[in-house]
């Protein structure tokens, strides 16, 4: 579907506010001239939770990235399709257009606690500034340990004059969350907000975004290797493999009828979603190096329903009453 430029227009009879908060289109991004994602459309609506799993190098975090204008850092551009913000085309839009959205709009928080807070100023000091940036002529003090109330800090003010690495992972990711909620984003993307914590903390963390998403009204993309906790946190799931999107669905729909065999297979290695007593299965081989793709269907090579028309191009993402497989056998087989 081509739209316009700049700003996106509502359908007839149709409010803003019915706009997704974030879409991507038929996007493609290189790295150092090779593709590493290709053919990704993705939708987030208001308030919606959204999960995007995979195995690593599948092109999830590169994706994350062009949501929120990053890509420039990692010597990324996207080379075909579009990314919308709040009704906005920002496919091509400059570092300092990315900024007036960026924290307000769209927020992110990455994988690393540690390395992304700064180890010389104290955790204070760093939601103080971001306080300033988005809440000028506020009460600064009284927004940050509100802030900190927000995400359920023990000590707030032992966490104001400490630095970071005087905290728990768990208190830096609350820290990290509080500093991506400081702009009231519309959009908060948790890229692994859980790698490295026991599971006693990952329960908690998630708990908390969870809880963020319903007060504050805001989306959330959560990305994580873990499905039981895509399954418990979303509403819908996209699966990427090898740089693409290969099913996507409804949450519960996704892990209880899987169409593609690669998501049948992440489900069946997963001890939380395998029921009690049933054998865990692996995938044979792994998965292709980014942008170091066969022609066809990107898993065939690990497929044990692959056949010669699996070969013969990469299968578009086709919607079947909500859910979207890319599998030219998927209604053959029973997975």
Known sequence: MTRPSGQRVSPPGSQASELPVAEIQDLAISVAGRQVVTRVDLDIAAGEAVGLVGESGSGKSVTCRSLIGLLDFIGATVTAGQVWIAGRDMTSASQREWQALRGRTVSLVPQASLAGLDPLIQVGAQLREVVRRHDRGTDVSARTLELLDQVQMPDPQRVLRAYPHELSGGMRQRAMIALAIAGRPALLIADEATTALDATIQR????LLSSLRTDL????????????????????????YAGTIVERAASRELFVHPRHPYTAGLAAADPALVPRGKPLRSMVGDPPQPGAWAPGCRFAPRCVYQRPVCEQALPPLIDQGGHAVACVRAAEISL
């Open 204 to 207: 908690s963390i998630l708990k």
């Open 217 to 240: 009204g805001m989306a959330l993309l959560l990305v994580s290797h873990d499905l039981a906790v895509i399954r418990s946190a979303t509403d819908q799931v996209a699966v990427m």
